[in-house]
Every structure is written in C-alpha cells, then in structure tokens.
C-alpha cells in the first residue's frame, strides 16, 4: 500500500516536470492547432525529466486515416 503512494508521487512529480518543459518550450502559446502539435506536447509530458538530459521528442506529421461511413 504504502509502495503505490511513492510510485504515483514520483508518476506525477516526473509529469509536472514534463508540463514545465513544454510550458518552457512554449507550446502553450502557440495558437496553431494540429496534430503534431498535440503530439508533440504529449511526448514532451511524458519524457518528463528526459527533457533536460537532451530528449526533444516532436510528431512530425500526422495522417490519420479515418475510414468513411458506408453508402
């Protein structure tokens, strides 16, 4: 019980840091919405503290293909 408390602190420490480097980045600011964008700051988020040892991850471009409804 008590080892779940540590692991969802240090889950969330490492997410906070994550969010102030894209908010360093500044992601935030950037009125453009796309895909890449949104994946960009995901990745970001979720490389936490991997962001600072050189990690700068970014989506490129998205194709998503979504199937059409039938006729």
Do not use: H
Request: glycine letters at 10%; charged letters at 10%.
């Amino acid at each position: 019980m008590r080892g779940s408390g540590i692991i969802g602190t240090i889950l969330l420490v490492w997410l906070l840091i994550g969010v102030f480097a894209a908010y360093q980045r500044d992601y935030f600011k950037s009125s453009e919405t796309s895909c890449a964008t949104a994946g960009s700051i995901a990745l970001t988020v979720v490389a936490g503290p991997l962001n600072y040892a050189g990690a700068n991850p970014k989506v490129a471009d998205c194709n998503i293909n979504v199937p059409q409804p039938s006729q």
